[in-house]
């Protein structure tokens, strides 16, 4: 009898076991991935912080901008347009680097997944 629990464990029973393992190392996977993604998010925050004083330092510049003899419709224009792309160029930057797809594809976790089913 015991070498037909030998057998079944030869048979069945790795095979059970190994793809636990895959399991549970692609779990522990995807949480050192989501890791790395808070932490950059804590990183940016950081940053954003950083841009935000920077921002007061160019509202300064501004303030001497309107100052300037010039005609107001065209300085305010010109801030328009700067301000909008201040605020469009990080905004689309951070969607690309915060999507939880794009982290997904390029750390392979995407592809282990697929492999596991």
Request: avoid cysteine; charge should be positive.
């Amino acid at each position: 009898m015991n070498w037909l629990f030998r057998l079944l464990w030869a048979i069945w029973g790795q095979h059970v076991l190994m793809r636990e393992m895959k399991r549970k190392s692609l779990a522990a996977y995807l949480r050192a991935v989501r890791a790395a993604r808070l932490s950059l998010i804590v990183v940016l925050l950081a940053g954003l912080i950083l841009q935000a004083m920077l921002l007061a330092g160019f509202g300064a510049v501004v303030t001497g901008f309107l100052l300037w003899d010039y005609e107001f419709a065209a300085k305010i224009e010109i801030l328009f347009w700067i301000f909008t792309s201040m605020f469009l160029i990080p905004f689309v930057l951070l969607l690309i680097l915060l999507s939880e797809r794009l982290w997904l594809r390029l750390s392979g976790a995407k592809r282990m997944m697929e492999n596991l089913k």
